[in-house]
């Protein structure tokens, strides 16, 4: 017998056994595999998979080779390697990585092929590092310009936020990495985050916080879904019975596995029965120290094994969850298409200054300051924490660790040399998660000081400042205190502008704030957070290298006071007695300014270019279930640049108070020439016309007369069309 006969009926041993093995047959349906390998699974192992076996990794088989689950923080980049059982770094040296830009600012781009670059870009960096669920990303809803948490998260509406994530969450798990979509739901606060009862209409519940994850369910497939903290109903939504057997596991037929926030699973017969698969974090109740191996004692560990085996709970309800946990193990560890990955390639440095190109929002250019004409100008003067601050440490769990970071400040002397000087303006400390922010005065009346001093001798101002990372600034865990900029910045851009005119402001943050000062000064751009390219993509917006074309995923408004809750008191936020009242109902954000007709300082989908573009009249027509809108966009400026074209429907009267107009479909032009124009066609499923009729617990369709209004914002229509939809 030849040595090829021999390895070749080897071989034909093997294949015979593993064919037996029909949940190692990759080629096998899905759920063929699932039913075999749960077949061959005690009881004891189904259970090992439901839980935390380290802070971030949750247990396969290894008896029957079924790959443990390795999970990391999401939603920017890979979280800095933890050790095995604390929250403190493992030290690894080979773990920095490309910070991605902020998810807000995703959204400002408008650009779903930008999110599947993302998506890309982000699930090969976790690839590399080994890990199969990418703890994001989130669509909570910017219902509170405070929400320490919203720069995690794709701004007010649930329209944008379900069409950004799709392309994202689909390109990430077509690399063989699930996305962990968070928090799972109306966890639109960081006050009382762990305790809040959420008290909203049925119709608010679906028309506006649940519809960006039911897309994400019904067209991305998302694998895994983060529950949140926070209360429905007086129950915690980890396990909350109505949200996720009700709504997601039955009504959408999703087949994913619910994983719990960090210590967000409280009990374990709501655990068990309420739709919890994988419970991460928990504190074992004070049986033992974190820093000991307490993972035996979680919720749905060995008091569910209990109840299994006391028949107190049936051996289906823990066969499903395993079932959702093995799927999640094939599609991701033991998918053999997954992608080894990549960490710190030049595409991902490449795809991250491309989005945050596109995600600056240019909101007031007065007399075109921007794009800068450097010749100008002798003296540039930097001022503000921002312009040297690493904007990627802090916030929470999505803090990072990067390889190669260029700050506005690097970036602007690399551009423009010896004409820039630097005054810092004000301190901003560090006060990191749970921290009290302490800045001494006479430091910061020093500060503000040497910066007016040097004001005096500059021809332009650059002030690069806004909100950071710290606690109750955009952090996990705390919201913020007041709508203002902390750390004196009102007070110090306003005595800046009076002795500069050309005073320019560059905010970071991934919420609104009041601008007392925005009459006095120029220029204002707003950034979010930029990653790792951050200083080279404003550059390449501040210098006109390229046409900023952001739009705002969320409504800037003029006061505080002007946001649709804040009439309703404590109640409607932060809550009385971990009570929150969403009063407002459908009317959040731009639903409310324009429906009640409050003006905000910039409304949602508003952002200006280098260039000017003119709308041609739209046309709308219906196809089946199908609406088809187009519209022609011309570039008719000197720069070229790209428009984002909105779609907002005005549906016909009813008895239901419906906003004026929602946003149904957008798109981006290419680049376009000066002179050049591109007609852009848009669809949108008649389902999208819905609203949620709690009266028949469904939704419905009001027939009759549809506006389009097609629109650079949701203030500023151009043209309108319209047309019959029964
Ligand atoms: C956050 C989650 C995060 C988890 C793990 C929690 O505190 O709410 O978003 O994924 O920690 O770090």
New binding site residues.
Partial sequence: MSIKTIITSAFAVTAAVCNAQVYLDTKAPMEDRVKDALSRMTTHEKIKMLHAQS??TSAGVPRLGIRQLN?????HGV?EELEWNTWSPARWTNDSIVAFPSLTCLAATWNRNLSATYGNAISEEFAFRGKDIL??P?CNIQRTPLNG?AF?YVGEDPYLAGEILVPYIKAAQANGVAC?L??FVL?DQEID?FAANVNVSDRALHEIYLAPFKKAVEQAHVWTI?G??NMYHNVHCCHNDLLINGILKGEWKWDGALVS????TTNTWEAANGGLDIE??TYTDGKLKESEFGYNDYYLADPFEKLINEGKIPMSVLDDKAARVLRTIFRTAMNPQKVIGSQCSEAHYQACREIAQEGIVLLKNDKAILPLKADLYKKILVVGDNATRSLTLGG???ELKTLRDISPLEALRQLYGDKIDFAQGYDAGRALYDQVDKVDPARQEQLKEEALAKAKDADLILFIGGLNKNHKQDC??GDRESYDLSYGQNELIAQLAKIQKNTIVVTFGGNPYAMPWISQVSALAHCWYLGSESGSALCDILSGKVSPSGKLPVTFAARYEDYPYVKYGAKAYPGENKQVHYLEDVFVGYRHFTTSKVKPLYPFGYGLSYTSFAYGKPSVSVNGNKITISVDITNTGKAAGKEVAQVYVQAPKSSIARPVRELKAFAKTKTLNPGEHETLTMTLDKDELRYYDETIKGWALTQGSYTFHVGASSEDLRGKATAEVN
């Fill in positions: 802070k971030f999970m990391d923080d999401g939603p979280r703890l994001g989130g948490r995690e962990c968070k928090h966890n985050r983060m949140s903290y926030d960090w210590g967000g991460m974090g929470g769990s999505s996990e865990n």
